[in-house]
């Protein structure tokens, strides 16, 4: 069974250029999460949706982060403009259930670096 | 609002060890908590989940507590090797959303 996929792994921007995020979740899982995590720092919520629906979007920058999850299966993160602050490692989760039992499955990550 | 502390935030120790690692939460409504590893450039992986209902999980070296009423949970791991060095973290369910500790960088030395 494939796990999270994320890309790309590794990107590096100027300051002020837009940059994309992609994760394709474990096949079946309707919750998907999308966290910010920074150095030494534990993972922190930016969104979660359940099927295509965001329902928790209360830590997501609205003025210059987006996301969408068409067709409730794959996601995209967007940042525009992004900031030297917006260097972090951007990770994307899964859970099989919309309940609150289900596990947390996580993808390998995008680091993006803002020069 | 539920905060996760880990203590310690980092330790070393010599291959063969058993070692004891300390996660907290403040608020004792929980409906699971999970363990992960993080090695470096990676993404977290999965250890332990253990329910509310439960008191511990096991998995091969891999023992999880959970005292829910002292919002505490411990991961032990028997007979530490070289490849058990990594980033611990443990995750709370309070909702439908999961609270982060920071985490517990752990050496083991050959």
């Known amino acids: 069974e494939a796990g999270v996929v994320q890309s790309p792994r590794y990107k590096i921007i100027e300051k002020k250029q837009p940059v994309a995020f992609w994760c394709n979740p474990i096949?079946?899982?309707?919750?998907l999460y999308w966290y910010l995590q920074n150095l030494g720092q534990g993972p922190e919520l930016l969104i979660r949706?359940?099927?295509?629906?965001?329902?928790?979007d209360s830590q997501l920058p609205k003025d210059r982060f987006s996301a969408e999850r068409l067709k409730g299966v794959d996601s995209t993160l967007k940042i525009q403009p992004a900031e030297l602050g917006d260097s972090a490692v951007y990770l994307c989760?899964?859970?099989?259930?919309?309940?609150?039992?289900?596990?947390?499955?996580f993808g390998e990550g995008s680091r993006l670096t803002v020069l | 609002k539920q905060e996760v502390t880990q203590i310690p935030a980092a330790l070393s120790v010599p291959e063969g060890e058993n070692l004891v690692l300390n996660c907290s939460f403040t608020?004792?409504?929980?409906?699971?908590l999970q363990w992960f590893r993080q090695d470096p450039g990676k993404g977290l992986t999965s250890l332990l989940l253990?329910?509310?209902?439960?008191r511990e999980q096991t998995s091969g070296r891999l023992n999880a507590s959970l005292d829910k009423s002292s919002g505490r949970s411990t991961l032990y791991i028997a007979a530490s090797q070289p490849g058990d060095s990594a980033t611990y973290l443990c995750?709370?369910?309070?909702?439908?959303?999961?609270?982060f500790g920071p985490g517990t960088r752990l050496s083991v030395l050959p």
């Open positions: 096949s079946g899982h309707n919750t």
């Open positions: 949706y359940e099927n295509e629906e965001a329902v928790d």
């Open positions: 989760a899964s859970s099989p259930h919309p309940g609150v039992t289900g596990e947390l499955f």
């Open positions: 995750a709370v369910r309070d909702g439908q959303n999961f609270v």
């Open positions: 608020d004792s409504a929980i409906y699971n």
């Open positions: 253990i329910q509310s209902s439960q």
